[in-house]
């Protein structure tokens, strides 16, 4: 764990990391962690990360701002460690020169938002908190319903009424407190904002808390260490990094997290750049990258309709970080349709065998999109950040799917069904 303090991302104005604060008391803006760096790099390094066995986000504790909780056990204690690996079949029907996959379906609740939720959780258990509440449509919910489950914490969740049921089963299962409001998933945040203000109750909105981007930021860590050694290592002791990074974007706290992480590693000094961020968003819930295509820092809401649930917000809580780590980074925002989406899912598990839900296949969407719009150079080496697992939105890939029928159980049947 590493001293730390807030700053502003809009201001520069700095707050003292032993409070509780959410949000810029001057500008209203999200606030950035900021660790010092320079005494991390003498004490730490990639090889000594390197030779710690634990394939957990707690190898970086170095790195975080919250140690991991004395005692930890079950789905706290293993999150983060996904694989990260090369799809060739791809590469053969596509533009770009290496296509990797990133597959944060396999953390313990199914979805990216574990490593934000485990540092949230964390944190609580240092500071003595025993109830934190959050707004979802569901990921982010099932998230902090695992990860206080298994650290013995109240968790309450308000999640739109129109949330899939698999990711309110979960919730259930986990036995947090589900409460469904007739209204938008911004109508949700507002309301738990407003219970932790009033009520005092630990806040863990994605966008709001700050601790989600650190929680996110793990990936772009694990991204560099497993590319490096895919790579065979690197002769200097650094990390290698890909050219391209592709993250789904509904609120931008993720490619938010992703920059961040990257950005630190540069900070220590043990990667020598920074991928091309790239943000796909849902056509119909894309307020980010209309900002992006106008070139204007303030993001006008929408009316978010589209089939990924996981991205869709009217009222992007991390927009202007998001478009700040694209724009730094030198990439760009792309937009797909709902039907690109549940076709880049089906793709997506024919040809890698990863069963994502729509959000989660929006980056591969988007990179087939980049494709087509000869966006991605021939030997660029991509990597897409594969969100969340089918099994939490099986609609779409019902909807979708060939009708089934069922047949009398003869072999001239089965031979005729499959033909």
Known sequence: MAEFHYRCSDCDATYDSHQVIYECEHEGSNLDVVMDYGAIGTV????????????????????????????CSGT???????????AKQLENVGKAGEVWFKDDTQLPTASLKDRAS????????ENGIKRIITASTGNAGVALAGMAAAAGLESVVVAPEAAPAAKLAQILVYGARLV??????????DLTVQASREMGWYCRNTGYNPLTVEGKKTVAFEICEQFTLAEGGSDDGEWIVPDRVIVPVGDGNIITGVHKGFNDLMALGWINSIPKLTGVQAAGSSAIANAAESGNMQITPVVAATVADSISADRPSDGRRALRAV????????????????????ALARSSGIFAEPAGAAGYAGCKKLEQLEDILPDERVVILVTGHG?????????????????????????????
């Open 44 to 71: 730490h390094s990639p090889k000594s990360i390197g030779v710690n066995r634990d394939s957990s986000i707690w190898r970086y504790g170095s790195l975080l701002p919250v140690g991991m909780p004395s005692g």
């Open 391 to 419: 099994l939490k939105d099986t609609t779409a890939a019902l909807q979708n799917a060939r009708k089934l029928s069922s047949i009398e159980p003869s072999l001239e049947a089965l031979c005729e069904a499959i033909a």
């Open 180 to 189: 469904l409001i007739q209204g938008t998933y911004s109508d949700a945040f």
């Open 327 to 346: 724009e730094e980074t030198g990439g760009s925002f792309v937009t797909v349709s709902d039907h690109e989406i549940v076709e880049a899912m089906f």
């Open 118 to 125: 485990a540092l949230v959780v964390a944190y609580a258990l």
């Open 76 to 86: 706290l204690r293993v999150v983060g460690g996904t694989p990260l690996f090369r």
